[in-house]
């Protein structure tokens, strides 16, 4: 099996070296043309586009943003184990402080969760709800929570005497690397 | 800026042409050792290693597969705007057929989502759940309507006399997508 990448000169990390620049369908086997007898298999370009947009994005994360990473919240662990490697992820990602708070019964609770930036010289938090659409808990509880305004969704608080902004992030929302995620764990359960 | 990867030969889509092959960390700004006052951006290589996930998982998903996409619904239409959207990406990637249902509030239940598949010739049908983490929906409710032994997580169905077997993804989980997804939303809410 050889490898097609819609975009020239791309290839996963372990793929054969041998990568001819071709157009393709995403995720597909293809008959290859020059090997009778083997497939090909053409990669998803919307892995090349997340590269993309990732690439475009990180100017903003000054180490002076801290990110307060919010989960639901829940009598069984799950919620609270899944916001917290999440988190982790996030810290490899970002140069400032990252800490975690939860709406329901889960600790710490969000003002706990803004208080644990004391001291860190934060300028400005992001409350980025690991939520996957709106509603109710993203539109009113986080924004009120925080004393945030809803509509514009900023806000300001005190830490340490100074004044910090606030900016209250979406949830994760449509995107294809949801799609991509959620046809994987499809793909994985037929293994 | 010029863009470099920790693996050689990949750049982004639109990326300038020359991509010098050399390690670093993820997303981070470096300075440009060969171009004094300019700088580098290093790419985040998990982008690369879901493009490898995913170039390893389609195999497994014939066109005989059908996909049960399941959100949770809700009274507010976000959920089901996004779990149809989502389902709309999975149906780019996917060669067999894919439905939606929801377990609250939100139309067609789960059910009517597998009666949908009727006429189709599907021979199995993954369902799966546009959820972040476990919890009673996954563990309990959704094996619960699709009478599915919830501990091995598959059973069967009759769909125009002819027995279908059902498997139960996991949900979304922990992954670098969802970790990488949500740093991006925290960066666009401080543009």
Sequence with gaps: MRLISTYPNCSAPSAPSEIPASGGYPGRFRRDPFTPGKDLLVINPIWLIQIYKNVTLVRYMADDVGI???????????????????????????EGPVRIAFLNMDEPNIAAGLESFSGTGVKRIV????????????????????????????????????????????????????????YRRASEALK
């Design 68 to 94: 307060l990473v919010l989960g639901h919240g829940s009598t069984k662990p799950y919620n609270k184990e899944m916001v917290e490697k999440c988190a982790k992820m996030i810290g490899d990602l970002h």
């Design 127 to 182: 409350a980025l709800p690991i939520f996957l659409a709106h509603g109710v808990h993203t539109l009113e509880d986080i924004p009120t929570e925080l004393s945030v305004d809803p509509t514009h969704r900023r806000g300001k608080c005190q830490l340490n005497g100074t004044e910090v902004e606030i900016r209250c992030a979406e949830p994760l929302g449509v995107d294809e690397s949801i799609a991509a995620l959620a």
